[in-house]
């Protein structure tokens, strides 16, 4: 005996192709156990029926039937593309946009108008932590900075959408 | 293709209707139901395509959908699974009753005839997992995913289905009729 006897978990294994370590060790023992042998015929009868696909099939067409509903599918997906576009127009017009400001008036420019709008942000907040100024007041005081953190705001929401869905409308491919 | 191409769309359909078949007609016992369900299921898809993350291959991510559509019809039938019910538990009486049996198995294409009935009776967990790996040839780790089990749970159901065909076929032939 070159081996002990194999077990269902050691015959489906090697069916499986997963004991090719022991492969010969196992073939031997075959050879010389009647119990074995039959055992792993069995389950290779098993094995090769279960190779053949006996699960009825769809009707033929059933592709055609699947589009045809796809078809009367709201465009929910137009809108998605849509959605990509604006994402991908704002963040052309910030980058146009950015471009411009260096050309005409220079970076020094932007830096010293970021730091205003920074300071505007914070008197903004002191103003509505300590004001008795009525809200309509404090908002028209301070539209220039409200538009600013508004721009930011959808900046930053197009630039995640475009990261998330990737390339508007583009072609992905599916690995099937 | 997730621009909305849906001669692209056809082709997905075409390709994978096969494997969306296997997991819905393993799964659902109701057979007037099964095609609707697998439209069903490809409908989901498209609605759903901006929404499949390329960690993982199309088919795994259908099989899913397919998955869990069957579930949810199972549940909103109040259809069992036969989850909770162990080989050992489950004796061959409570299977369906198959007749009149061939009695004698002399073709591979008999055996696999036989064999059908037998994956019918399986549970539907079983079924499809058998299915998956010996006709799809996914790996554990793809089965895993479409039905959200650890490779060693789909290791030991595929075991346990597998020795139960086995031992089902050998109640119903002679040994000789198995190894012909």
Same mark, same amino acid.
């Given at each position: 005996m070159s081996l002990r006897h194999l077990n269902d978990e050691d015959i489906q294994a090697y069916l499986d192709g997963r004991l090719a370590h022991r492969a010969k060790q196992i073939e031997r023992h075959l050879l010389e156990c009647d119990c074995c042998r039959e055992k792993m015929e069995h389950y290779r009868a098993v094995f090769q029926a279960l190779k053949q696909d006996t699960t009825p099939s769809l009707a033929p067409g059933f592709p055609d039937r699947v589009m045809a509903a796809v078809a009367k599918e709201p465009a929910a997906k137009a809108t998605d593309s849509f959605v990509s576009w604006l994402s991908l127009a704002a963040a052309a017009i910030v980058i146009v946009g950015l471009g411009a400001v260096q050309y005409l008036v220079g970076w020094q420019w932007l830096i010293t108008f970021s730091r205003n709008i920074l300071q505007s942000v914070l008197s903004f907040k002191n103003s509505l932590m300590g =004001?008795?100024? %009525?809200m309509p007041g404090i908002l028209s005081d301070n539209l220039p900075v409200l538009l600013a953190c508004g721009m930011a705001m959808i900046l930053v929401v197009c630039i995640e959408h475009v990261l998330k869905h990737g390339k508007p409308g583009g072609t992905h491919t599916i690995s099937i | 293709m997730l621009s909305g191409d849906t001669e692209a769309f056809r082709e997905l359909v075409e390709s994978c209707q096969r494997l969306v078949a296997h997991i819905v007609y393993r799964m659902i016992p109701n057979e007037t139901e099964r095609e609707d369900i697998c439209q069903e299921v490809f409908l989901k898809a498209y609605r759903n395509l901006g929404g499949?993350?390329?960690?993982?291959?199309f088919s795994t991510w259908i099989g899913q959908i397919a998955y869990n559509t069957s579930l949810n019809y199972l549940e909103k039938k109040k +259809?069992? +699974?036969? $989850? $909770?019910?162990t080989p050992e538990e489950m004796?061959? $009486? %409570?299977?369906p009753a198959d007749s009149p049996?061939? =009695?004698?198995? =002399?073709e591979a294409k008999e055996l696999s005839e036989c064999l059908k009935k037998e994956i019918a009776g399986l549970p539907g967990h079983y079924a499809t997992i058998v299915t998956l790996y010996h +006709? $799809?040839?996914?790996t554990y780790d793809e089965i895993g995913k479409i039905m959200k089990l650890p490779d060693g749970t789909v290791k030991s159901y595929l075991f346990r289905a597998r020795r139960m065909l086995k031992d089902r076929l050998l109640e119903k032939y002679t040994k000789e009729d198995l190894c012909h």
């Open positions: =004001s008795t100024e %009525s | 499949f993350k390329h960690n993982c291959k +259809l069992v +699974l036969f $989850d $909770d019910i004796t061959f $009486d %409570s299977l049996w061939p =009695s004698e198995v =002399s +006709l $799809d040839e996914m």
